[in-house]
């Protein structure tokens, strides 16, 4: 039976690896009795990760779904990974619910995925709440990490409770809204923090903030209203205080998200409907609107589709429509998940997550009913590795595998290179790929043999060129005719196709023909029927199988015109193969003359290390031909350093870095754009492409 919309809350915890977001969300489910047990992540018996390499490694590699009950609402939470390499788990996550828990080490302070997760919860359009971990540990500058929450994330950051006590001291926590008597050794007097913390609440209300200004204090249950109201318009990030060793103050954290955890009708959700934008309405009796936010490929339930409902109900058996697909997807059983361990359910309705097992039509992103909702927008794998498998024969059970896991990370992309017979698979890092590996040998008893991770360079050119290509063939029976002339021209990445094509130099455009992936178009300005129309399909097969092979280097070819304007044809020796070879031959010849050029991935790099070796990074970084762009402090005598730095220069920057700060430093980075190679580098790149094309 659905749920009252209004009594569920949804939750996702993130945050940077080993903020203990794992073991506060086993907490959560322990003390709230949804489950009798002594979870532990060091031991290997965490209720969330229960993934054989999650024991293995001891931290999180998927997002896991969960759920208690507690003072009369249903908490749906999603435990993240931490790691900067895993974003995809928490970016999918995020989509599914209304409120984000960005876990902070207390000791560590904030680091990259702290950032990420902020940012990333921001775009979701998700409420935060900043939860501090660890206050167990010994050292801790609480107002120093006060300080710097405020100064990286905003003063509308404000401590629901403080510590009393700190390290092998802390006794528990102490409330800042309704300040107790007792709060002695507390890090920062509540009664101090109190008077700020309400007016940051009551901002949202300028009716309330008059009489509070008159003297009036609000009531609870205006308090508790604004709060949610403040969060949800970002005027207020609510801090609140835990440690799980000592089991302090997480009663309280389950309490503060009765009061503050968004609902799922304090956040707006739009989607489209033939072309137009609408408001979807969290009402069961509304048109369905629901969407896959995650897929889980396990050898025992196969396939799981993890479904958010955002508007109507979904029914178990039911066939839903999908924008895009050509007849209904028929669904199964629907599932609640716990963990690792799924129960059947007859619906879900608006604010419900649930899962369908074994139907190959859903995949992460999909939407549910008669609306497209916004695409799941995932970080493109830039650092990528050519894979076999060790034992002759393992061919199409490695493919199989391989496509298993592209369907579960969508930060995992394969791809076939027909010239080398290669897969190609392609990653976050390379981390990633070596638990992508790792899960293969377990799960699918495929072991892998790896190569040198392939730099995805671009070829393109500076300048415009013409010129022509004969394809003549008589060796006895019927020979191939076919001659092609072509014009050749840079087609920069964010031009207008429309206002390119119809601009004055090309008068006698009869149509045009744009390739988005590769950003490639070609214009037909052929007159007089020099070459007939029947062979401009075997024409443009010619192009788009050069744009895929490059030309100079064996890399795919983008930001790049070409325009037929003329040619000849033989009436009995013409043919669409003689064409198809032409077109080839002449897309060749003509971009060699145009000042051919490789472009290489540029990413953004984000490094987060100890203020002392700032200058070590930027050496390092020199030599990368990377180029700063920025730095600020990341609290607690930590340093982020934002750079721009090649892929090839970056895609094994993980040693190193560790080397230079002790194992203190990291990272994220993410693709920005391409930029043309330096003519040294370039020279080096295409004699190696071409050396290895000989070994072959």
């Given at each position: ?38 979870p ?52 999918g ?5 209304e ?6 080490d ?11 997760a ?39 950051c ?22 107790p ?5 507390a ?7 109190n ?12 009716a ?12 609870s249950?205006e308090?508790g ?67 896959v ?48 361990e ?26 549910m ?20 498998p ?13 496509h ?44 892998v ?18 010129g ?20 050749m ?15 004055a ?19 037909d ?33 983008q ?10 044809d ?18 060749a ?35 990368r ?31 190193t ?40």
């Open positions: 039976m659905a749920r009252k919309v209004d009594d569920i809350r949804n939750l996702a915890i993130c945050g940077h690896g080993n903020s203990g977001k794992t073991t506060l969300v086993d907490q959560l489910l322990v003390q709230s009795g949804a489950v009798n047990a002594k532990s992540v060091d031991a290997g018996t965490s209720i969330c990760d229960f993934d054989e390499e999650e024991k293995h490694h001891k931290h999180s590699i998927e997002a896991t779904v969960v759920h208690f009950d507690h003072g009369g609402k249903r908490f749906n939470v999603i435990d993240t990974p931490g790691y900067p390499d895993l974003v995809g788990q928490m970016i996550s995020l989509r599914a619910v409120t984000s828990l960005i876990a902070i207390a000791h560590a302070g904030i680091k990259v995925n702290t950032r990420r902020w940012n990333e919860a921001g775009k979701a359009g998700c409420g935060r709440i900043l939860v501090l971990t660890k206050l167990d540990t010994d050292n801790i500058d609480f107002p120093a990490l006060i300080d710097s929450i405020k100064e990286i994330f905003g003063n509308s404000a401590l629901l409770n403080v510590p009393l006590g700190l390290g092998d001291s802390l006794r528990g926590v102490a409330s800042t809204l309704n300040v008597e007792d709060t002695e050794g890090a920062i007097a509540p009664a101090e923090i008077e700020s913390l309400i007016e940051s609440i009551i901002e949202v209300d300028e309330v903030m008059e009489r509070y200004f008159e003297g009036e204090l609000p009531s249950e308090l209203r604004l709060m949610v109201e403040s969060i949800a318009a970002g005027s207020l990030t609510p801090i609140v205080c835990v440690s799980t060793k000592k089991e302090v103050g997480v009663a309280e954290l389950m309490d503060v998200l009765v009061q503050t955890a968004l609902p799922p009708t304090a956040v707006v959700r739009t989607a489209t409907k033939d072309g137009d934008s609408i408001t979807l309405k969290p009402d069961p009796s509304a048109p369905l609107a629901a969407q936010f995650k897929t889980r490929i396990d050898p025992f339930v196969q396939r799981l589709s993890f479904i958010r409902v955002f508007s109507g109900t979904l029914k178990k058996d039911a066939t839903v429509e999908s924008p895009g697909a050509r007849k209904g997807i028929k669904l199964g059983p629907l599932l609640e998940v716990q963990a690792g799924t129960s059947p359910i007859e619906d879900a309705g608006p604010g419900e997550i649930c899962a369908v097992a074994k139907c190959e039509d859903l995949h992460t992103g999909t939407s009913g008669k609306v497209e909702l916004p695409p799941i927008q995932f970080p493109t794998p830039m650092v990528g590795l050519a894979v076999a060790k034992s002759r024969g393992d061919e199409a059970k490695l493919s199989g595998s391989l298993k896991i592209t369907e579960e990370d969508a930060t995992i992309h394969l791809e076939h290179d027909a010239e080398t017979k290669e897969m190609v698979l392609t990653g976050m890092s390379e981390l990633h790929l070596m638990l992508i590996q790792e899960r293969l040998k377990r799960r699918d008893k495929v072991e043999e790896t190569k040198e991770p392939k730099i995805p360079y671009r070829e393109t050119i500076q300048t415009n060129a013409d022509s290509y004969r394809h003549k063939k008589q060796s006895g029976g019927a020979g191939q005719f076919g001659e092609v002339h072509i014009r021209f840079p087609f920069p990445e964010g031009t207008d196709p429309e206002e390119y094509a119809v601009k130099r090309f008068p006698q455009l009869k149509s045009k023909h744009f390739h988005e992936k590769s950003n490639f178009i070609w214009l300005s052929v007159v007089g029927g020099s070459i007939p129309g029947n062979f401009m399909p075997a024409i443009e097969k010619g192009f788009l199988q050069r744009v895929q092979q490059g030309v100079v280097a064996g890399y795919p070819v930001n790049v015109c070409v325009e037929v304007h003329f040619g000849k033989h009436p009995v020796d013409s043919n669409e193969t003689a064409f198809k070879i032409a077109a080839n031959k002449a897309f010849k003509v971009f060699q003359e145009a000042r051919p050029s490789l472009l290489e991935p540029i990413v953004n790099m984000h490094i987060t290390v100890p203020a002392d070796n700032v200058g070590d990074v930027s050496s390092d970084l020199s030599g031909r990377g180029q700063m762009s920025g730095m600020e402090s990341a609290g607690g005598g930590m340093t982020t350093v934002e750079a721009k730095v090649p892929l090839a220069e970056a895609a094994t920057y993980a040693r870095l560790s080397s230079m700060t002790g194992g203190q430093g990291s990272y994220s980075m993410e693709f920005s754009h391409y930029e043309v190679v330096p003519g040294n580098v370039q020279q080096e790149i295409i004699s190696q492409a071409k050396l290895a094309k000989d070994e072959d």
